[in-house]
């Protein structure tokens, strides 16, 4: 079972920095994120992974002021970067977004991340879900669902050819002649595409992992079959077992039209834990959490999702059916999800705003209860492991590694230490060959 860690500063849950310990705030002090990172180390995941968005909110600050996920937070290939000196074995990811970035940096930032690390490095694959970040950069909105998803496959492309420039060997470094790196060995690449055009060579040796593993977590037709191309780890979030299943097999599913095979990616079902001794602790702890969603942030949340402003509605009153928009332009998963909930579940404004979890998998209860839950979805096969996702930080993770982490390694569901020192030998992976090597040899052949 493989794990991952959804490592923003406080939690994900919109009231969870209000739980943190003591009063200060940890979000931009570096030793508070390398004390969270040793301490996912110590308890064996495979990745600390840091999700984000270009962008901080403009408007409706009156709600923003009181949930801060990307309000305030480090750039997180900076943060990898530092976490990176002070970690020895744990995986390093973080999300780039292919609409904003361009495949250069990208691939000199997550390259250099790989180097420093010796190996560890990870990068999110994101189209980014929401028009701040667009404002950010020259636009009022952002492009069409299906551009930024043609753009964001070219961009991938691009930038895993960019870190075959050099062949393994080609750095020989030998005094003795004065040639750094063999000529023969430097690959220029010559790319003319519908987004960029580029006669282009990264100015940075192979890195220890061949490339950097590759993260994705499309849930549309367009997200997953970027997934099936390209990605490594896949992020799902399904809320039953059933329909975590179907995502599975349907990623994997669309493998072979790409030459791979089904173990050439590790899908992490999305699994929000509060931990208790007791069930009655821990459920305690949860309602304590949904009671303190002040009515703005529940509003923000439910809006942001459903894309439709729903700020002048009674929260105790259903959401009027003719809110729904005919389509979604940010997170289809999401829309998706919050719209299956209005229009089966009839709740109201407020009861949708305590229960929608962005379809991950909540489990409320002792680490055994935990473990249970880990162990029903990993033995069905509806995923390969677990995202991670904690509602308060660092208090989640501490439970999670003193109670949760030892029962599962007790049942054998997981490693008792690292075997590599690599993410892609956590996750079971070969070391990608460069392209170039791999037509050199069939050339050969
Ligand atoms: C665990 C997890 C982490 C994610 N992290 C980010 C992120 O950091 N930034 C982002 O813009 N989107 C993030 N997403 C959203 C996805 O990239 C994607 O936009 C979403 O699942 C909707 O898929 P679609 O774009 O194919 O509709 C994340 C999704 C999951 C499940």
Redo the contacts with the bound molecule.
Sequence with gaps: MALAL?AQAHGLHPAGWMKAPGATDGTNDIDYHVAMAQLAEKGKFDLF?????PAARTDNLDAWSRYIPYMNCLEPITLLTALAGHTSRIGLGG?A?TSFYEPYNLARLYGSLDHISHGRAAW?V?????NYAARNFGEDKLAP?ARR?ARAKEFVEIVKALWDTYDDDAVVFDKARGVYFDPAKFHVLDHQGEFFKMHSALNLARCPQGQPVII?????D???ELAAETAEVV???DDTPEAAKAYYDDVKGRMAKFGRTPDEIRV?A?LTPTIGESRWEAEDKHRTLQEMIHPLVGKIRVASDLEADVSDLDPDQPIPLDRIPKS?NL????FQQIVAMITEQKLTLRQLWQRYE???KRVIGTPADVADAMEEWFSLGACDGY?V?FPTLPDGLEAFVAGVVPELQRRGLYKLDYEGTTLREHLGFRRPESRYARAGMKAAG
């Design positions: 959804l992974f840091i999700a984000d968005t999300t977004s999110n994101v189209t980014s879900g929401n669902h998803y994705q977590a499309g849930a549309s367009a997200g997953k992020f799902n979030s992490l999305g979604a997170h289809t998963r999401y962005r379809g991950n995202m996702i």
